[in-house]
């Protein structure tokens, strides 16, 4: 029996005044998504007296606390809300997502605010801020359960479940968001071990577009649960998530950081290909790490180098330090300029990548298969150097090959992630400072990507070779080779959905037939 709230009375905003404030005026002229309204200052007043019985913030541009609120990882990716509010409960949210539905209001939602594209941003229109009395992480130590709201970041959690010997799979930067990450698919550190986050996740809390409040799990309501497992962000306002956890101890991480001579990245592929490539075993498709251990090799500036190009292992390996050192015996032979590899806390794992905020960023993203070959790694380093040669501004520029075994991922089916398949995924991150650089930033990220759609066609034999029956490199369902939590730029969302599109229009027409959840790789609703 469904738990779902019954629906909410329809609140339509009074008539516009003729005594608009200049400020009314102008969120008024701010562009719009299609077929949407931004907020006026009667939304306002209005949108308070529904929460004034609550703990709810309903903050203008002109409230103290608001800017806080519009603030974004990436500076690129903000936008000037018409109104915020910053709820107290699930109920809160359903009361703002049925006035902004029935008022044909803009929505957007922001939990952790790491989306480059300004998904959880909008123009003018009404945002919900999860990051208050939302962001919070229960432990149900005796059933390995995580209770997560939906404002909460990756490092609450690590934190939370650590102090009860647990974790998680929780993406690789403890200052990402939850919610995003997970809706979106979510690899991490332990991926290789327990899968994908959306893997890990037992039950959930949503809120959809009419307000009410559905709770989601295989058994309840399943095929809510089946299209927010991959494609989240279409549905609905995630306000909790219920995830597995795992007993864990300390993990072996580090860094090493290589000169980029044509010897040294040479070694670094050979070291990555022996690795991580999976294989064919007696025991099934496994590579070296027999998926104990996730590498990034990054193409990067680190600050303490001080503008110079290195070439950067991060590895993150379940076990001890000294099964660490064997397995990654080919990386410390080639001889790094510096190396802090040590035993830590789970907690430690996700914070090995500073991100830092306030610069403006735009991720892209592009799919690899293993082996690498060595004279593209070559070629990606050398347009790496010619970008950061040609724009001062750029130099906290990466490109990331993210490297683990995904034999556990392919082996699951659940949910609507499109993505599974024997190809690992690339990062390509542009960071720079003044918006005069956006164009030319964001259009080197594409031309990387460019690069690397070209070598998987160089690659097509590997593309499309088996390694376990009909499980081939892209997968039992095919997968799309497209990663939507990095490919935020051109990709549509027939692009990112791959087969399970059609299914999904399906369930859009169900729970958001007016399309209020649409920005990110918005689903049209099916006829």
């Known amino acids: 029996m469904s738990r779902s709230h019954a629906a909410l009375p329809t609140i339509e905003a009074p008539s516009p005044t003729t005594s608009e404030t200049q400020a009314q005026r102008i969120i008024m002229n701010i562009h719009q998504e299609p077929g949407k309204r931004g907020v006026t200052s009667d939304d306002i007043i209005t949108l308070r007296r529904l929460l004034s019985s609550t703990a709810a913030a309903v903050l203008s541009p002109s409230d103290p606390g608001y800017e806080k609120t519009i603030e ?16 107290s409960s699930t109920e809160d949210v359903a009361v703002v997502v049925k ?8 929505l957007a939602v922001k939990g952790g605010g790491h989306s480059t594209a300004g998904a959880s941003s909008t123009n003018g229109g ?58 979106g698919g979510g690899y991490g550190a332990l991926s290789g071990e327990h899968g994908l986050v959306i893997d890990n996740v037992v039950s959930a809390t949503v809120v959809v577009a009419n307000g009410e409040i559905k709770h989601v799990s295989e058994t309840e309501n399943p095929d809510l649960f089946w299209a927010l497992s991959g494609a989240g962000q279409n549905f ?33 592929v050979a070291a990555v290909n022996d690795l991580h490539e999976v294989k064919h075993t007696p025991q099934g498709p496994k590579s070296k790490s027999q998926g104990r251990s996730m590498t990034l090799l990054s193409i990067a500036k680190p600050p303490a180098a001080g503008g110079q190009t290195l070439m950067v292992a991060v590895l993150a390996f379940n076990g001890p330090e000294s099964e660490a050192r064997e397995m990654y015996r ?12 040590t035993m830590a806390p789970y907690t ?20 690899f298969v293993l082996p690498l070959r060595d004279g593209f790694v070559h070629e990606v380093l050398a347009a790496y150097e010619d970008y950061t040669a040609s724009c001062d501004d750029a130099h906290g520029s990466l490109v990331s090959w993210e490297l683990y075994d995904p034999s556990v991922v392919v082996h ?10 024997y190809h690992l995924n690339n990062l390509i991150m542009p960071m720079w400072t003044q918006p005069i650089h956006d164009q030319k930033c964001r259009q080197w990220a594409r031309d990387v990507s460019n690069m690397f759609k070209k070598e998987m066609e160089v690659r097509s034999d590997a593309a499309t070779k088996g390694l376990e029956g009909d499980v081939s490199l892209r997968g039992t369902k095919g997968a799309v080779l497209l990663y939507g939590n990095y490919d935020q730029y051109d990709e549509i969302s027939k692009d990112i959905f791959g087969v399970n599109y059609e299914q999904l229009a399906k369930t859009k027409q169900k729970y958001d037939r007016g399309n209020m959840f649409n920005k990110l790789f918005a689903i049209t609703p099916a006829a």
Not at 99 to 106: E, K, T
Not at 348 to 367: H, I, W, Y
């Open 126 to 183: 009404l945002l919900i801020d999860l990051g208050g009395r939302l962001r919070y992480t229960n432990v149900d130590a005796k059933n390995k359960l995580l209770y997560v709201g939906g404002g909460a970041l990756w490092g609450d959690v690590d934190e939370a479940a650590w102090k009860h010997g647990l974790a998680t799979v929780s993406g690789t930067v403890a200052d990402t968001g939850v919610g995003g990450l997970t809706l």
């Open 348 to 367: 430690q794992v996700n914070k090995q990548l500073p991100a830092p905020s306030g610069m403006r960023s735009s991720m892209k993203g592009a799919a």
């Open 236 to 268: 609905g306002v995630t306000t909790e998530f219920v995830l597995k956890a795992f007993p864990q101890g300390d993990m072996c991480i580090g860094t090493m950081l290589f000169a980029p001579t044509p010897e040294n990245v040479s070694r670094l």
């Open 412 to 421: 699951s089916d659940k949910g609507s992630f499109a993505n599974r398949g």
């Open 330 to 341: 080919e990386f410390l032979s080639i001889g790094a300029i510096a190396e802090t590899i």
């Open 99 to 106: 006035y902004a539905n029935d008022n044909n209001i803009d």
């Open 72 to 87: 974004r990882w990436s500076r690129a990716a903000e936008k000037p809300a018409g109104v915020t509010v910053v709820p």
